[in-house]
């Protein structure tokens, strides 16, 4: 089959035939001096003009207009069929095939293509080009690179009033995308005429937000659902509870009431590990903890009060800030950071309430903002709080196995490496991200880098270890690549962090001993000085008593003094 294209036009639609010709220059318009024009002007006679031995030099600004691009896409379903033919009806369809297969150049054309397919087919069965020959293979070896992280985009609030980012969440199918949480955490610091919007961003496009998340308060926390990526759930200002579905636009498909809800801001919200992938629970600063199922948000499935003495009582509850929750082995285990600087370890499945609360951990002398298990060695966890970064064990109560320094600016988020144990990041609020390795240094990060001038607020690292972002205060949301060196395990690492981590666990174990030994031993001398004492007290006598037995004792010294004087006197009238 040849396909032929005639198009036919008439000369006269053309229009004139234009003849080009060389011929000499004309003149059309010659204007002369016009003498009375004189008298406007005044002759400058003598004239003084200023010359420079110097290169003139000219400074020009040039701002080009920022470009917006926008993602489009095009679906193919099926095409390549005549236009007499209509590819849904199934009687053309097959009656234009039948025409087809009946023409003497499809045979040799089929013959032709099906030897060519026959060998690629052949090729692909023979060698797989995907294959990967050392998958098991995770160690490489240590690189000599120095540590460096640089920024790949930058995610800024498009508002005019700007908002904090208070918290950063990855996509779970292949870390495309970044949802932002933005909300403004200054005490009655909220304007009327600030937007409630949230963004879900895609990584490659920073000019627009892909979608825009729109809840009836302030959002401060938001988290993907790590089974089904199209759902999301968020914490309010109000202390609500919403959860979104991106299928079905920017509106929360259901929202916790009000009476049920939290009454102060919910600060993290958690996926739990079930069978549906629609439960989560909640922490806020108004003591409790909440647990949800996305599909009746009347009221929460569950309650947690966070008071110390175990009585439930909510005047007394601890403020919570931070949640996490202890994946690997016992999914009922969580903990919660609080405001006070405690860390509350509890059990979700214990007999009575007041067992749920297990046990606490004490060090901080602020908030917790960020509470993470290490996702190699899950009985070690990472705090954040104040001015210092601190790794607990979860045997030791008393203190912290490790610690940074104290820093002139405050702490306000951190969580470690998904892909080196002994790696961590921590964010400033002077703007800075730090990267530890303690395995490197201990006094000091391995890396600092400034990310933006304004304060930071949140942090997240990608699955892949690589790509991390950081919110700021004004809205911005900061997209860095770190360097291969700290994103890729390191030989023998898991084997020194393991004797690490154990050898600081068995020093504080000892510390700990001697501490609780000195404490009994002044605790046994108090007691001795109290009996003592007791004893002592006992036997004394009252003042009345003390001055009759003092007046008995002079007269009797008295009446001793004048018998041995009148002896003295009897004796010398003898003499005489």
């Known amino acids: 089959m040849e396909i032929v294209h005639v198009y036919t036009k008439k000369r006269n639609e053309f229009g004139r035939q234009c003849n080009f010709s060389d011929r000499p220059a004309e003149l059309h318009v010659d204007i002369l001096p016009d003498p009375s024009l004189a008298s406007n002007f005044i002759e400058r006679d003598p004239c003084d003009i200023p010359i420079q031995c110097t290169q003139e030099m000219s400074e020009h600004e040039v701002n080009t207009e920022r470009f917006e691009s926008d993602?489009?896409?095009?679906?193919?379903?099926?095409?390549?069929?005549?236009?007499?033919?209509?590819?849904?009806?199934?009687?053309?369809?097959?009656?234009?095939?039948?025409?087809?297969?009946?023409?003497?150049?499809?045979?040799?054309?089929?013959?032709?293509?099906?030897?060519?397919?026959?060998?690629?087919?052949?090729?692909?069965n023979a060698i797989n080009i995907y294959q990967e020959y050392f998958e098991e293979e995770e160690v490489v070896e240590e690189s000599e690179e120095q540590p460096s992280a640089k920024t790949i985009n930058v995610f800024r609030d498009p508002n005019e009033i700007k908002r904090t980012a208070t918290c950063l969440s990855w996509h779970p199918d292949g870390s495309c995308k970044l949802a932002v949480a933005y909300s403004s955490l200054g005490f009655q610091n909220i304007s009327p005429d600030m937007s409630y919007d949230s963004y879900i961003w895609d990584i490659e496009n920073p000019n627009k937000p892909e979608m825009t998340l729109k809840p009836v308060s302030l959002l401060v926390c938001l988290e993907y659902n790590p089974k089904d990526s199209h759902i999301l759930v968020g914490g309010s200002y109000n202390g609500q509870i919403a959860y979104w579905d991106t299928r079905k636009g920017s509106q929360p498909v259901e929202?916790?009431?009000?009476?049920?809800?939290?009454?102060?801001?919910v600060y993290k919200v958690i996926w739990l590990q079930s069978k549906t992938g629609t439960d989560t629970f909640s922490a806020s600063t108004?003591?409790?903890?909440?647990?949800?199922?996305?599909?009746?948000?009347?009221?929460?499935?569950?309650?947690?009060?966070?008071?110390?003495?175990?009585?439930?009582?909510?005047?007394?509850?601890?403020?919570?800030?931070?949640l996490e929750l202890d994946y690997h082995f016992v999914p009922t285990k969580f903990m919660v950071g609080t405001e006070q600087g405690l860390v509350v370890s509890c059990n979700?499945?214990?007999?009575?309430?007041?067992?749920?609360?297990?046990?606490?951990?004490?060090?901080?002398?602020?908030?917790?903002?960020?509470?993470?298990?290490?996702?190699?060695?899950?009985?070690?966890?990472?705090?954040?709080?104040?001015?210092?970064?601190?790794i607990?064990?979860?045997?030791?109560?008393?203190?912290?196995?490790?610690?940074?320094?104290?820093?002139?600016?405050?702490?306000?988020?951190?969580?470690?490496?998904?892909?080196?144990?002994?790696?961590?990041?921590?964010?400033?609020?002077?703007?800075?991200?730090?990267?530890?390795?303690?395995l490197f240094k201990q006094n000091d990060p391995t890396l600092s880098l400034k990310v933006c001038d304004e304060a930071l607020y949140s942090l997240r690292v990608q699955d892949n270890g690589r790509f991390l972002a950081c919110g700021s205060q004004l809205g911005t949301a900061t997209l860095l690549e770190i360097s291969p060196g700290l994103c890729t395990l390191q030989r023998n690492e898991k084997a020194l962090a393991t004797a690490m981590f154990e050898r600081e666990t068995k020093r504080e174990k000892i510390l700990e001993a001697r501490h609780r030994e000195m404490r009994l031993k002044e605790r046994s001398r108090s007691e001795q000085s109290k009996d003592e004492d007791t004893k002592e007290g006992d036997g004394e006598e009252s003042v009345e008593e003390l001055a009759t037995r003092t007046e008995a004792e002079f007269y009797e010294i008295v009446e001793a003094e004048l018998k041995k004087r009148a002896k003295e006197q009897e004796k010398k009238v003898r003499r005489d």
């Open 286 to 322: 108004d003591g409790q903890v909440l647990w949800w199922d996305i599909r009746k948000m009347s009221e929460p499935t569950e309650r947690l009060v966070l008071d110390p003495n175990k009585k439930g009582n909510l005047d007394n509850a601890l403020g919570a800030i931070s």
């Open 71 to 124: 993602t489009r896409g095009i679906n193919h379903v099926e095409g390549g069929w005549p236009k007499d033919v209509n590819p849904q009806e199934m009687e053309q369809t097959i009656r234009f095939r039948k025409k087809v297969e009946k023409d003497e150049h499809y045979f040799s054309t089929i013959m032709q293509l099906g030897s060519n397919m026959e060998h690629c087919i052949k090729q692909n």
């Open 255 to 265: 929202m916790s009431t009000i009476e049920h809800s939290h009454r102060d801001p």
């Open 348 to 390: 979700r499945k214990a007999k009575t309430p007041a067992e749920k609360i297990v046990c606490t951990y004490s060090g901080h002398h602020g908030p917790i903002y960020a509470l993470q298990r290490n996702p190699f060695f899950p009985k070690n966890f990472l705090t954040v709080a104040d001015w210092t970064a601190r």
């Open 392 to 438: 607990w064990s979860e045997d030791i109560k008393e203190s912290s196995i490790m610690w940074t320094k104290y820093h002139m600016a405050y702490l306000s988020d951190g969580c470690w490496s998904p892909v080196r144990p002994s790696v961590f990041f921590t964010v400033k609020m002077d703007g800075t991200l730090d990267v530890w390795d303690f």
